[in-house]
């Protein structure tokens, strides 16, 4: 393993923390822009060190631990989440070159890391033993399982277009025209998908605070309910960076170093994703998965079908 | 599908709209002037207490945070020897305002009230009188009741008729 590798993993491990750390300012602050608000201002420089002042709080909390939980498990599920979702980040291209490891296997690692997740979310409600928290990570499993097929399948089309299933040479497809053109219903059957996978607030389910309190971490304090937050926004970035590898050209652009326009791409899709949760409700939890089944998988499988035949009918016509 | 599209766009329009939120400290606002806030005694437009020390506000009050004492001036002048607000419990209801018949004790749209002692919060008269007549210029409970006091006679109020004199067979 070289020098430049070791940086490249520490760079990413601490670049992505710090920017999951980040988004508590950045999404709250969004929010309340689209709110008419102005949010956390007070602390710092437009409040920016607001993420200090949480971290502080969170870390020195009662860290409890209910005598009626199963108590290995309860400590190990919050970790798990953390640890998919930074597992996953080491497909991800951020520029020629940075990637932890460029696997020819890169979106199959990255959905199988993201459904790991939800062993986090299953695990810490059971391990809880309260019965919201159960009915939290129930609905979270139903709700991935479903999501995740058609998440794989709104993938494919993607993978039909570039021939390949390394994320560096699925970006280096799109010089001429990114997917998002092409593979338009793929695109937003990935964003729906990635933000049920992500559990942000149209799809928050498992968390929905009106009915079932916090859902799956209601019995969780201190940083072990932290990192299911850190694990949120890992998520959220995930999706977001897997959204701008995959359709939106990756490190592509002009003038500006590959790095800037990865990010650049990557924070106006968080930013989108937050526009979303200030925006729309959460739907009942059956309308959530006769969507997901009944609409939205067929639909991907039709853009499969089409992405297929157009590929096919091209080639057939040389 | 078309609703979901056109929430989220009217959602990013309030991007562009004025902030609702008012910076407390840095920004003032003004409230309207019958808020129910810091308690005051004023005075009479010629500069006396308006207290009489009747005691209906102490007895109005539901928290019991007013204590006074009555006295009298040697001309028959009530007022209060002592008035002590204690607003570590005032609720700031108004009743004390409603209950008092001379306009003396009134509320005022001032809340800055911050104390880091909480025997701070207990107001003594120096504290609570002003220098005005408050929301109600130019009413003088004095001028125009009809009891005696020094310089005023029996009848010498406003609108008052003289008293009738008892002694006389005059209509």
């Known amino acids: 393993m070289s020098l430049w590798s070791i940086a490249v993993v520490l760079g990413v491990l601490f670049g992505v923390l710090t920017l999951a750390a980040a988004l508590i300012w950045v999404e709250r602050r969004l929010l309340a822009l689209w709110q008419d608000r102005y949010g956390p201002n007070r602390v710092g420089p437009f409040g920016v060190l607001q993420v200090a002042a949480d971290m502080i709080k969170i870390f020195t909390k009662q860290d409890w631990i209910p005598p009626f939980a199963d108590k290995p498990v309860f400590v190990i599920a919050p970790a798990i989440i953390v640890v998919t979702v930074l597992l996953a980040f080491a497909v991800v ?121 916090a859902g799956y971490h209601v019995e969780y304090s201190g940083m072990k309910f932290g990192m299911f937050f850190v694990g949120e926004y890992l998520g959220l970035i995930l999706i977001s960076s897997m959204i701008t590898t995959l359709f939106l050209g990756g490190w592509l652009g002009p003038v500006l170093p590959p790095l800037a326009w990865f990010f650049i791409k990557t924070f106006a899709l968080i930013a989108f994703f937050v526009l979303v949760r200030a925006s729309l409700p959460r739907p009942r939890f059956d309308q959530v998965m006769s969507w997901g089944w009944k609409t939205m998988l067929p639909l991907a499988l039709l853009n499969i079908a089409a992405t297929g035949a157009a590929v096919l009918w091209r080639q057939g016509g040389q | 599908m078309w609703s979901i599209v056109k929430t989220i766009w009217t959602v990013f329009l309030h991007a562009f709209q004025k902030r609702i939120t008012v910076q407390y400290p840095e920004e003032g606002f003004n409230l309207p002037p019958r808020y129910r806030g810091r308690i005051i005694l004023s005075r009479d437009p010629d500069g006396g207490e308006r207290c009489v020390a009747c005691y209906l506000c102490a007895v109005a009050c539901p928290v019991d945070c007013i204590a006074l004492q009555a006295t009298q001036d040697e001309t028959g002048r009530r007022y209060p020897e002592f008035f002590r607000i204690n607003f570590s419990r005032c609720i700031f209801c108004g009743y004390c305002e409603e209950a008092c018949p001379t306009y003396a004790i009134q509320l005022t749209p001032d809340f800055h009230m911050s104390e880091y002692n909480r025997r701070n919060l207990v107001y003594e008269k120096d504290d609570l009188l002003i220098n005005g007549p408050g929301k109600y210029p130019g009413y003088s409970f004095w001028q125009i009741s009809g009891v005696k006091i020094g310089g005023k006679d029996k009848g010498e109020a406003e609108r008052e008729a003289r008293p009738t004199d008892l002694q006389s067979l005059l209509p």
Request: glycine share 10%.
């Open chain 1, 93 to 213: 291209p951020f520029a020629p070159g940075i990637v932890v490891e460029d696997l020819n296997i890169g979106i199959l690692f990255f959905l199988g890391m993201s459904s790991l997740g939800v062993y986090s979310i299953i695990l810490g409600g059971w391990a809880s033993n309260n019965k919201y928290a159960l009915l939290g990570s129930l609905r979270a499993s139903a709700q991935m399982l479903s999501y995740e097929v058609f998440m794989g399948l709104s993938l494919m089309g993607v993978v039909v277009l570039a021939g390949s299933f390394r994320l560096s040479d699925i970006v280096e497809a799109q010089r001429g025209l990114w997917f998002a053109i092409p593979q338009l219903p793929g695109l937003i059957l990935f964003m729906i998908a990635g933000s049920a996978e992500s559990r942000r607030i149209p799809f928050d389910l498992p968390e929905s605070e009106s009915e079932l309190v």
